[in-house]
């Protein structure tokens, strides 16, 4: 039973910052590739940011240099650092194990306000 939990999420104003947590259980994230994802209204999901098993990153253009993706293995977590925020980052989040077809969770919700 793999589950992936979000929390983190909240009302910010712009330039402000979050962090996201997304707590694994019937996984070991150290085995996987994780991702973020987003999702505005009336958008597709977006990928945001990977981290790998080898702890190599990757981010979507639109938020590099502000946000960070990170994970503490002893707590089977990852985190999504978010730094600077701007109204378009607006959107629910949601990680999951990349390529693996796990279950979406119900994700955060991000609001940026101007």
């Known amino acids: 039973q793999v589950q992936l939990v979000e929390s983190g999420g909240g009302l910010v104003q712009s330039g402000g910052s979050l962090t996201l947590s997304c707590a694994a259980s019937?996984?070991?994230?150290?085995?996987?590739?994780v991702g973020w994802y987003r999702q505005a209204p009336g958008k597709q999901r977006e990928w945001v940011a990977t981290i790998y098993t080898g702890g190599n990153t990757n981010y979507t253009d639109s938020v590099k240099g502000r946000f960070a993706i990170s994970r503490d293995n002893a707590k089977n977590t990852v985190y999504l650092q978010m730094n600077n925020l701007k109204p378009e980052d607006t959107g629910v989040y949601y990680c999951?194990?990349?390529?693996?077809?796990?279950?979406w969770g119900q994700g955060t919700q991000v609001t940026v306000s101007s």
């Open positions: 999951n194990a990349i390529n693996m077809r796990f279950n």
């Open positions: 019937g996984i070991s994230i150290k085995l996987y590739a």
